[in-house]
């Protein structure tokens, strides 16, 4: 079992940063592959980037390249998001989710994930 939990979210004006935390505790975390999800109410859940567990491969879908970047420190169980030049588009609440696999690969579909955090909001407003 992984346990998750987010943390860093909150109400920032469009053109702002927020950097997401998410800590994981259970099992080896530097076997996990990690990945940050959002959603607004009444969308689906969409992927936002992932990360291998190395560290060594990334991936964000369209919306987010060369604004949000994340990352991770194995030593400390944590995984980032760091979300700048942030749009009120971006409002949602963001879930990180950890993904158990044998290659250090990016998982891109929640159905790869296993374990999921509880969420925090972010708010953009314009």
């Not at 920032?12 to 997401?20: C, I, K, M, T, W």
């Not at 060369?66 to 990352?71: A, E, L, P, Q």
């Amino acid at each position: 079992q992984v346990q998750l939990v987010e943390s860093g979210g909150g109400l920032v004006q469009a053109g702002g940063s927020l950097r997401l935390s998410c800590a994981a505790s259970g099992r080896t975390f530097s076997s996990y592959a990690m990945g940050w999800f959002r959603q607004d109410p009444g969308k689906e859940r969409e992927f936002v980037a992932a990360i291998s567990w190395s560290g060594g491969r990334t991936y964000y879908v369209d919306s987010v390249k060369g604004r949000f970047t994340i990352s991770r420190d194995n030593a400390k169980n944590t995984v980032y998001l760091q979300m700048n030049s942030l749009k009120p588009e971006d409002t949602a609440v963001y879930y990180c989710a950890a993904a158990e696999t044998v290659h250090s690969i990016v998982v891109l579909t929640a159905e790869g994930y296993d374990y999921w955090g509880q969420g925090t909001q972010v708010t953009v407003s314009s």
